[in-house]
């Protein structure tokens, strides 16, 4: 015990026990701006999925609740993309790496997309919450078969476009195997699974003879 | 003493026929119960809202959504209780009169520790219910630690948490000073602030319901504010309007008793057997706060504390000087002399513990007929024994002072069940107050659990650090 020190306290005992709380802080508020390098949505929206023809557009950052998202985000995917793996995943949007075989336009330029359809404009919805809108075109070969699927969807919040980003691919590759809506859902996905083939569906039942 | 010794606390500055005292504290109709249901309705409306937004539909259809539901979920409740913890170390001033600054505080300690679990939860279910769409661990992981927009803010919060957390385990916490504890504690406020953006962004719940979205961010900023404002308004209150050393006399090798008058006095409500936070205001004192009893009834006089050569802060009282000024926070604390009811008090205190004994002895009827039974190594050791006496003798009572080393006594335990019926006539139909080391209060808990006091009547301040 101190009982018989003549002066109260040393006179660095506040500056001793003041510094680890500083010291922690000042690393803290460092560590931040070091590690902080968030990704761009935007660049990722386009980088994740390369499209021969559609427009792949981000719009301008929107506030929501404090919180700068890049929304609304209307993204075309069609199935008539090449997704490789070698183009880096950014920021949550792994695209599909299960490459989608593309028509190769040169061998037949016309066979797939002679004919088009486009879709309802549908409602993504998981019970009463609605995360954004798709709509679906149909391509049709000459012979009247589904070939190719683009989807142009537009949703609100930012793990909703990584949602779709991750499941639209796949969508649409899994309808194009199946030449028709009567595709599986992508797990995790199951809102978007829904609206698409509800799309799809409307897209193939107006299909122009 | 070398400096201005002074009067004997009884015979104080203000004369005597005009002190009278002090306004009884507020009470409060809310209990503990009261507290604690609202704490599980609030868990449970979250956990509907969970539900109902998804959750439940998520956990019962396959892996990779179970983890994104259990995700969520657990950083619900992280956050919630972070909110609970923060909302009990605010001391508002309905709760504290319901349960006791103690307690608030024991309970903010579990609520803190169940936020660290639940923190290192919620992270290593993130991890795997992300995987899918960020590609593989080592992209979550970047991903969560920066690339992700507001991670970093999140992963730092995060580890500020954690070890804030680290350093309140007791083995850690006893060896750090009280202030170097209590410093790094503060910056939990930063850490929490910083991982709320992505609870917005990334949620599964947050992002994508607005209404519960506004709710969440409404409740959230009013409980931070809350607590961030109702805490430190207290303690630059206090410092604003300080008491003044009235005097302070020597009672026992080691303690001394200080008076805190002046017109600030008047402004506080207290009763015995509460304690109050002391911040003296002199260099090299001024930033630390030490719980002191009260050991007499606060009068518009002013308080009495009596205080032990503990440490730094209480060995520094030895100097203060009349007029110096102190920051009083308080008066906290439940027991208080309605605790007793109609039943005998039985009062146990070792050391200093005496404090509170002393106070709540002035305030008994003249029939309560108390027992005391006091701890120490000696008797010169009590602070404020004739005092005591003569109090307990007022109303019927009598004082028992149990003396020698712990050591010495071993074998028989002066508390347990036999040797309390011995020493304290219908001891199971008292009410008991217990002070002094913790070790002291749960050996007598014990005793008297056994002896067949009722747990309602054994009251005692729990140390809360
Ligand atoms: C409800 C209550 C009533 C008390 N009443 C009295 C009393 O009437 N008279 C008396 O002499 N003592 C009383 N104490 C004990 C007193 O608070 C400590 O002795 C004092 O805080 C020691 O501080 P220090 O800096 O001198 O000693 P240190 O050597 O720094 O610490 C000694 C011990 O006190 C703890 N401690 C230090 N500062 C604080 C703080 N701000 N808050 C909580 N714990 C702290 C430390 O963790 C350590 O265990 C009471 C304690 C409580 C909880
Ligand atoms: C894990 C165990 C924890 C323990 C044992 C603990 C203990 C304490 C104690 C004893 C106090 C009172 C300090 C004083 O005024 O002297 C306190 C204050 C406080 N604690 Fe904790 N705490 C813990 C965790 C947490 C966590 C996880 C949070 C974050 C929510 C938190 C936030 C706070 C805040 C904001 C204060 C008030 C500080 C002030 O402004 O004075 N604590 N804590
Ligand atoms: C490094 C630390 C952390 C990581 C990696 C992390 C990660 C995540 C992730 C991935 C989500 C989205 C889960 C989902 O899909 O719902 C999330 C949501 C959330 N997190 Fe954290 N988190 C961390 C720290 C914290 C802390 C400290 C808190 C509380 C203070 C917290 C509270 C929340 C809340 C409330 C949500 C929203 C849940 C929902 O809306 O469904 N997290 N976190």
């Known amino acids: 015990m101190s009982s018989d020190n003549s002066s109260p306290t040393s006179r660095f005992a506040l500056a001793r026990r003041l510094a680890p709380a500083l010291a922690l802080t000042s690393a803290g508020v460092a560590l931040i701006n070091v590690l902080d390098r968030p990704v761009d949505l935007s660049a990722s929206g386009s980088a994740g999925v390369a499209d021969i023809g559609g427009s792949t557009e981000a719009g301008a950052g929107q506030t929501v609740t404090g919180a700068t998202v890049p929304a609304p985000t209307t993204t075309t995917v069609t199935a008539a993309t090449v997704v490789t793996s070698t183009v880096p995943p950014v920021n949550g949007a792994t695209p599909d790496t299960t490459p989608v075989t593309t028509p190769a336009p040169a061998s037949a330029p016309a066979a797939c997309g002679a004919k088009k359809s486009t879709g309802s404009t549908t409602d993504i919805v998981d019970r009463n919450r609605v995360f954004g809108t798709l709509v679906v075109t149909a391509k049709f070969a000459s012979n009247g078969e589904l070939c190719g699927v683009a989807v142009n969807f537009d949703v609100w919040d930012r793990k909703s476009v990584q949602i779709e980003q991750y499941a639209l691919p796949k969508l649409n590759a899994r309808a194009k195997k199946a030449k028709s809506a009567n595709i599986q859902g992508v797990s995790g996905a199951t809102a978007v699974s829904r609206a698409y083939a509800a799309s799809l569906q409307a897209a193939i039942d107006a299909k122009p003879l | ?465």
Request: glycine residues 8%; aromatic residues 8%; charged residues 20%.
């Open chain 2, 1 to 465: 003493m070398n400096s201005t010794n002074l009067t004997v606390p009884v015979a104080p500055v203000a004369k005597l026929e005009q002190r009278r005292p002090l306004a009884r504290p507020s009470s409060t109709n809310l209990k503990a119960n009261d507290l604690v249901i609202v704490i599980v309705a609030i868990f449970a409306i979250v956990t509907a809202a969970w539900a109902m937004t998804g959750g439940w539909n998520q956990v019962s259809s396959g892996w990779s959504h179970a983890w994104r539901a259990a995700a969520s979920l657990t950083g619900l409740y992280t956050s919630l209780f972070g909110m609970v913890g923060l909302t009990l170390s605010a001391r508002l001033k309905t709760m504290e009169r319901a349960i006791g600054l103690d307690r608030l505080l024991n309970w903010h300690r579990i609520a803190g520790d169940t936020m660290g679990l639940l923190l290192a939860v919620h992270i290593f279910t993130s991890i795997p219910a992300e995987m899918p769409v960020r590609g593989g661990f080592i992209n979550t992981v970047l991903d969560f630690t920066g690339r992700e927009p507001y991670m970093a803010l999140t992963a730092i919060g995060s580890a500020l948490v954690a070890v804030v957390v680290v350093l309140s385990l007791k083995d850690i916490r006893n060896k750090i000073s009280y202030e170097t504890w209590y410093f790094v504690h503060l910056t939990v406020y930063f850490g929490l602030a910083a991982s709320f953006s992505h609870q917005i962004t990334l949620g599964s719940m947050l992002s994508n319901d607005r209404y519960v979205r506004l709710v969440w961010v409404g409740s959230s900023i009013a409980i931070f504010a809350t607590a961030l404002f109702g805490r430190w308004w207290k303690v630059f209150g206090s410092v604003a309007r300080p008491l003044h050393v009235r005097a302070v006399s020597k009672e026992t090798g080691d303690t001394v008793s200080v008076l805190l008058g002046g017109r600030n006095v008047l402004r506080l409500r207290g009763d015995a057997g509460q304690f109050v936070m002391i911040r003296s205001l002199v260099r090299g004192q001024w930033w630390k706060t030490n719980p002191y009893s009260l050991s007499a009834v606060p009068t518009t006089a002013g308080l009495r504390v009596t205080i032990k050569n503990r440490g730094d802060a209480s060995s520094a009282t030895r100097h203060l000087r009349v007029g110096d000024r102190m920051a009083v926070e308080g008066p906290y604390g439940v027991t208080t002399p309605e605790v007793f009811g109609d039943k005998r008090p039985l009062f146990i205190a070792g050391g200093v513990g005496v404090t509170p004994v002393c106070a709540l002895l002035q305030r008994l009827p003249s029939d309560s007929r108390p027992t005391v039974l006091l701890r120490a190594r000696h008797e010169s050791e009590v602070a404020h024994l004739s005092e005591i006496r003569a109090l307990a003798t007022r109303c019927g009572g009598e004082v028992f002072v149990l003396t020698g080393r712990t050591a010495a006594l071993k074998g028989k335990d002066p508390f347990s069940a036999r040797s309390l019926s011995r020493v304290v006539p219908e001891l199971s139909s008292r009410v008991a107050l217990v002070c002094g080391p913790t070790a002291l209060m749960f050996a007598a808990r014990r005793g008297l659990r056994e002896a067949g006091v009722s747990k309602d009547d054994i009251h005692m301040e729990m140390p809360w650090w």
